[in-house]
């Protein structure tokens, strides 16, 4: 854990000054233009190839543990903020208050929930968003529409790719850092984009999952929401 923020620390420090100044859009390279779409495409074909039994397995669970829908489907914001429905395999009940509002997610998710996001079994589905083009293998994490005009000019910027199944953030701390970290390591990697610098973070990926960590924030079994910016709160206080 100090590792993690000691290199958190390191990027905020590294990016604070960019959130304040002019952003300038990055220009694609030869890698993202011409060869990361085709090989996202084969590398989420070639999973589902290889994955289907776990998939098919996964969703009988799913089924038998929680019931229908075993697809979960969300509207999330991708490539220039242009909405998709994204799918995951459903790790929640859908247990309700006396007002039909959805209880909290720590009552929600049950322990083979918890085991689905731990192995980030709910996430294979995605596979599918993927050869759709919706998403890449390897870009921001696709975060909810709401928080859309909750960011500033800096944080939109991870826009500007396509939102990824695993990301530079997800292998520094996942939900285990601030949002304001993950922005930062989301925006170095849209300047950053490189065919090395993907499988790289594919391969650590694969250790991130096997170890299980990052699953949850300090405080949340998920990670709290994003709520704006200090200097917004701090407007809307007063």
């Avoid at 689905?116 to 079994?121: F, G, M, Q």
């Avoid at 596979?127 to 800096?154: A, T």
């Amino acid at each position: 854990m100090s590792k993690v923020r000691t290199e958190t620390g390191r990027v905020a420090e590294e990016m604070r000054d960019q959130s304040t100044r002019k952003e300038i859009p990055h220009k694609m390279g030869i890698y993202e233009k011409y060869i990361k779409r085709p090989q996202d495409f084969l590398c989420a074909l070639a999973a589902i190839i290889v994955l289907s039994p776990v998939m098919l397995i996964t969703a009988l669970l799913v089924k038998i543990k929680l019931g229908s829908p075993v697809i979960f489907t969300q509207d999330r914001p991708g490539l220039g903020g242009k909405i998709f429905k994204l799918y995951k395999f459903r790790s929640m009940t859908d247990a309700r208050d006396e007002n039909g509002d959805f209880l909290p997610d720590e009552v929600r998710l049950t322990p083979f929930g918890q085991k689905l996001r731990s192995t980030s079994l709910d996430e294979l589905p995605e596979l599918f968003n993927m050869l759709k083009g919706d998403m890449s293998v390897v870009g921001p994490r696709p975060l909810l529409v709401r928080y859309l005009d909750r960011y500033n000019e800096h944080q939109a910027r991870r826009h500007e790719v396509r939102p990824g199944f695993t990301g530079y953030a997800q292998v520094h701390g996942r939900n285990a850092i601030s949002w304001e970290d993950k922005f930062n390591y989301d925006v170095e990697y849209v300047d950053r984009i490189t065919f090395l610098g993907d499988w790289k973070i594919i391969f650590q990926t694969v250790r991130t999952v096997i170890k299980r960590e990052g699953i949850n924030s300090e405080t949340s079994v998920t990670m709290e929401e994003f709520m704006g910016n200090d200097e917004r709160k701090v407007q809307c206080r007063e």
